[in-house]
C-alpha cells in the first residue's frame, strides 16, 4: 500500500513562487497515475494537475501556464511547481494517486485511491 506524505507548504505574496512535494511510501509503480489536489473549506475539492506513467499531464484550466506537474518513479516523488501565485490559489494542497492501471491522466478525485493528508499553501495579497 502506497503512503503519500506532502510538504513545502507555506505562506507567499501574490506574484511569488512556491513548490510542493510528495513522498510515497513505497514503490510507484510506472503505471500509476498521480495528481494534486485542493480544497478551500466550505468548497469541493479541485483538480489541479496530473501526470501518467509517461509523463503526459493534465492541468486545470485556472492554473495552465503557472503550475508545472513531474514525477520522479526513481525516486518515488511528486512535485509541484507554482508561480506567479494568486490570492485564489490558497487551498489544502493533496497529493493523490492511482494504485492501479492508469489509462489517463485525470483530474476526476474519484480516480484516485491513495490520498496524503494535505499541505496548506496561503498566498497573500
Known amino acids: 500500500q502506497v503512503q503519500l506524505v506532502e510538504s513545502g507548504g507555506g505562506q507567499v505574496e501574490a506574484g511569488g513562487s512556491l513548490r510542493v512535494s510528495c513522498a510515497a511510501s513505497a514503490y510507484i509503480s510506472r503505471n500509476y497515475c498521480m495528481a494534486w489536489f485542493r480544497q478551500v473549506p466550505g468548497k469541493k475539492r479541485e483538480g489541479v494537475a496530473a501526470i501518467d506513467s509517461d509523463g503526459k499531464t493534465n492541468y486545470a484550466s485556472s492554473v495552465e501556464g503557472r503550475f508545472t506537474i513531474s514525477k520522479d518513479n526513481g525516486k518515488n516523488t511528486l512535485d509541484l511547481e507554482m508561480s506567479t501565485l494568486k490570492p485564489e490559489d490558497t487551498a489544502m494542497y493533496y497529493c493523490?494517486?492511482?494504485?492501479?492501471?492508469?489509462?489517463?491522466?485525470?483530474?476526476?478525485?474519484?480516480?484516485?485511491?491513495?490520498w496524503g493528508q494535505g499541505t496548506q499553501v496561503t498566498v497573500s495579497s
Open positions: 493523490a494517486a492511482m494504485s492501479y492501471l492508469c489509462s489517463a491522466p485525470v483530474l476526476a478525485d474519484y480516480s484516485y485511491d491513495v
